[in-house]
């Protein structure tokens, strides 16, 4: 029986050299990185480049620690160490917020392989500098602490146990609650700066998560009356990037519309009671 050629048999003489050559070592893959610097909030803005090798699930913030711990530039000139906010490195603290190509966003979670190059790094531009990458958002502690941002619960003494919270009414708090204070959405507002005073839209979530819990809804009044003052609600333009660009995708503009309904509603109590 005459034995018929497989997908195993062997090639004719003289095919192997038609075969591709071999790939031998490939070359180091590299990140260039171009990061805005400045000394001190009176110092002139330079830009540095930087050039490091590339690794499987690397980061923007992996990208600046190595940076910190070896500040050579792409041209081998030694600066000094960059200076920049970071701490949980999941997403979660929303210290490490930048304006990464030119977009509001967390380092920790801005993956290297999804940016273009070179990848340019520079701080939130509303917010007061401190150094390099560092600003100064207290602006939205402040802000918070208008509105009393808090659940008033006495602690000397035992309460026994809180208010019963119905499921729906926890699921429908719950992503109010994921607001990590990285002010992407404060940055990215039209409306907020030093004119208009605006409070931003991370206040106002807050001022709608406090209003829906049971014993924080104590302060209800207080919060919507500090928002129908200056800087509050009515400075919202509605442009929505603050939904678009938050990273935890807070529902952020029906909480603008719904506290927007409590204001105006406050405010009509509070004209009728003289």
């Not at 190059?117 to 990458?133: C, E, G, M, N, T």
């Not at 404060?186 to 001022?207: K, L, S």
């Not at 990037?241 to 109590?269: F, G, H, M, Y």
Request: proline share 7%; with cysteine; charged share 20%.
């Amino acid at each position: 029986m005459k034995q018929q050629k497989g997908s195993g048999a062997l090639a004719p003489e003289g095919s192997l050299a038609k075969l591709p050559p071999m790939k031998g070592i490939m070359a180091t893959k590299t990140v260039a990185i171009e990061i805005k610097r400045q000394a001190s909030p009176d110092a002139p803005a330079v830009w540095e480049s930087f050039e490091l090798p590339w690794r499987p699930g690397m980061n923007v913030i992996s990208a600046m620690m190595e940076i910190a711990a070896n500040p050579v530039t792409a041209d081998g000139r030694s600066t000094t160490p960059i200076t920049y906010d970071s701490n949980c490195l999941e997403e979660i603290c929303g210290s490490c917020a930048m304006r990464i190509n030119g977009k509001a966003r967390m380092a920790c979670s801005s993956l290297v392989d999804n940016l273009e190059q070179p990848i340019k790094v520079a701080p939130l531009s509303k917010f007061p500098l401190v150094r390099d990458l560092q600003v100064d958002r207290s602006v939205l502690f402040e802000n918070l602490k208008a509105v009393k941002a808090w659940v008033p619960v006495d602690g000397t003494y035992d309460l026994g146990s809180g208010p019963r919270v119905f499921p729906q009414q926890q699921e429908a708090n719950y992503p109010l609650s994921n607001c990590i204070s990285c002010c992407c959405c404060m940055e990215v507002c039209p409306q907020f700066n030093e004119d208009t005073g605006f409070v931003g839209a991370a206040t106002i979530a807050q001022v709608k998560l406090f209003n829906n819990h049971p014993t924080g809804k104590v302060f209800k009044e207080e919060r919507l009356r500090a928002l129908a003052g200056d800087g509050g609600i009515q400075e919202c333009g509605f442009a929505q990037n603050c939904v678009e660009t938050c990273p935890k995708q807070l529902p952020l503009t029906e909480a603008i519309s719904d506290i927007s309904r409590d204001v105006i509603i406050q405010k009509a109590k509070d004209f009728l009671r003289g």
